[in-house]
């Protein structure tokens, strides 16, 4: 069967050339574009560690002197712990899902050369429980762990914080095989001891690549004048909360800027929103690519069909049954997408490393590819199926005689 179906394809080069061209960068793009939607769909999917339906945020600009914020975070958060349904409380300086990061180059040996950057986390006493962090090893920071109110915190406090928790994925990757409680590691200059590890922590700005769990919590106050106020309740409890925690903030002092009050939950849905838009678009994309190609198949298919009522007709008549009529279109078909498929594989790991080199995609998984090529090869022989069953249907004397015409 297959010498006739070459014999047939050599004379219309064109019409097939145009026909596994589309194939192959529809194959291209929908591999890639299915790549991407996974990937993102599994970044929004990432657990952030925290207590997320119980918890609410405001962030506090202080308008007054610098130095002055850290001296009145604890008047702000007794007035606010003291708000009914609240449970606990704490000012930090970042959160998952937030606008600023910070983090650090750690190295495990003193002067040694930085093994990754992690994100740092700085908050009040408290920070861990009112975020809803999973202790999994170790314990929280000690009173007497977090650096004196008059001393220097932040980038300037690194150098002399003498205490570290850590997430379970950074410790897997400073320490592989090993134990990281109590183990030192060299944020700045100087030593810090790893006195906690928890379950998981995102970084305020998760990224495609790996390490979206590399954070630290340090026993460090923020020492920015913006600052943000965490207060942790029950999940039916979020909106009056955080209608009220605005209130007393501005109660206590209009030398300030109070905003985007937001639960947790908002905060997440939000700095997502771009990314479920993008995936509309690239599902939108990719389902018009599946079914121009499906038509420019069907299309070509039933073109062909009448071109060749005679040869069919010529084909029934010495014997040949539908279902072999059949199977001849649905093998020419097959080979068709399969040249497509062939060079769409190409196509596809172009397209890939200049995804990788412009947009920090990773490198496309093997899966991909073969998951693509199955796709087309069944889209081609579904969308060949309605003309081939028609031409195994035609009468070998109908066939003929309108081939003759």
Not at 143 to 165: K, N, T
């Amino acid at each position: 069967m297959l010498r006739p179906i070459l014999a047939t394809l050599t004379r219309h080069r064109l019409t097939v050339l145009l026909l596994v061209l589309q194939v192959a960068f529809t194959c291209a793009i929908v591999c890639n574009v299915a790549f991407m939607i996974v990937q993102r769909t599994a970044l929004m999917r990432l657990p952030s560690g925290l207590a997320e339906d119980e918890l609410v945020a405001i962030e506090s600009i202080d308008l007054a002197e610098p130095g002055q914020p850290l001296a009145r975070h604890e008047a702000d958060l007794a007035a606010l712990r003291a708000i009914p349904g609240v449970s606990a409380a704490a000012a930090v300086d970042a959160l998952p899902f937030g606008r600023g990061e910070w983090g650090n180059g750690i190295a495990t040996a003193p002067g040694g050369e930085a093994m990754l950057t992690a994100a740092a986390f700085d908050g009040t006493p408290g920070e861990r429980a009112a975020l809803g962090l999973k202790l999994v090893e170790g314990r929280d920071f000690l009173p007497g762990e977090y650096l004196p109110l008059d001393s220097a915190h932040g980038w300037s406090g690194i150098d002399r914080v003498p205490a570290a928790i850590v997430t379970r994925a950074l410790a897997a990757r400073l320490f592989p095989g090993q134990g990281a409680l109590g183990r030192t590691v060299y944020p700045g200059d100087g030593p810090v001891r790893i006195v906690g590890v928890v379950e998981h922590l995102l970084r305020p700005r998760p990224r495609e690549r790996d390490g979206n769990e590399y954070a630290m919590l340090f026993p460090m106050l923020p020492d920015d004048a913006q600052v943000i106020y965490v207060l942790r309740t029950a999940p039916a409890q979020r909106e009056r909360v955080l209608a009220r925690a605005a209130e007393v903030l501005a109660a206590l002092d209009h030398d300030r800027i109070l905003r985007r009050p937001t639960t947790f939950a908002q905060m997440r849905e939000a700095y997502f929103r771009r990314d479920r838009t993008m995936i509309g678009l690239l599902l939108a994309a990719a389902g018009g690519l599946l079914l121009v190609t499906a038509l420019g198949i069907a299309g070509l298919a039933s073109f062909w069909v009448q071109q060749r009522r005679r040869t069919i007709g010529v084909r029934r008549a010495l014997g040949a049954t539908r279902g072999d009529i059949l199977r001849y279109f649905q093998a020419e078909n097959f080979l068709i997408v399969g040249f497509g498929i062939a060079l769409g594989a190409v196509l596809c790991y172009a397209l890939n490393a200049l995804l990788m080199l412009h947009y920090e995609l990773p490198r496309l998984p093997p899966p991909y590819l073969p998951a693509g090529a199955a796709l087309l090869w069944l889209l081609g022989q579904g969308a060949v199926l309605g003309p081939a069953l028609r031409a195994a249907a035609v009468p070998p004397v109908a066939a003929i005689r309108d081939g003759a015409r």
